[in-house]
């Protein structure tokens, strides 16, 4: 899950960097205060982007998809990409726990086979060695 929402983030640092030149070209909004709105949601994403194998970090995410969702109504066009990225973000996590959850059943399946044939191999008393192969020499 943590590394399908790392790269939700990782795209969303790409759209909210483009959003800048657009609230300042488009929508006339201030050089400085676009810089500082999406650049800062921009900043906030990458650095969660690093840092989703923490609890916290995947849980402030959720705040950041909620501030850009409620910052894309001042800039045309960033509304539909904001819905677009939360419905993202919310698949990524379904999704990633899916995964998760999947790997998890397989590592046991494996545990579970590695440790009934360990007990078989002591059970009839041979070895690992005994069951391979010769190598042939091509001398």
Not at 62 to 88: E, H, P
Not at 90 to 103: K, N, P, Q, Y
């Amino acid at each position: 899950m943590r590394v399908v929402c790392a790269v939700v983030l990782a795209f969303e640092v790409i759209i909210l960097g483009l959003a800048i030149p657009i609230a300042v070209n488009v929508e006339g909004i201030d050089t400085g205060l676009a810089a500082g709105v999406w650049g800062g949601l921009a900043a906030a994403a990458l650095v969660l982007s690093a840092l989703q194998r923490f609890t916290w970090a995947h849980y402030t995410a959720w705040v950041l998809q909620a501030v850009m969702l409620a910052t894309s109504f001042l800039v045309s066009g960033m509304l539909l990409i904001s819905v677009v990225f939360a419905a993202l973000w919310v698949v990524g996590v379904l999704t990633g726990h899916r995964v998760d959850a999947a790997r998890a059943a397989h590592a046991a399946r494996s545990a579970a086979e590695g440790a009934e044939a360990a007990a078989a191999t002591a059970k009839d008393g041979t070895g690992a060695a005994e069951h391979t192969a010769p190598e042939s020499s091509t001398r």
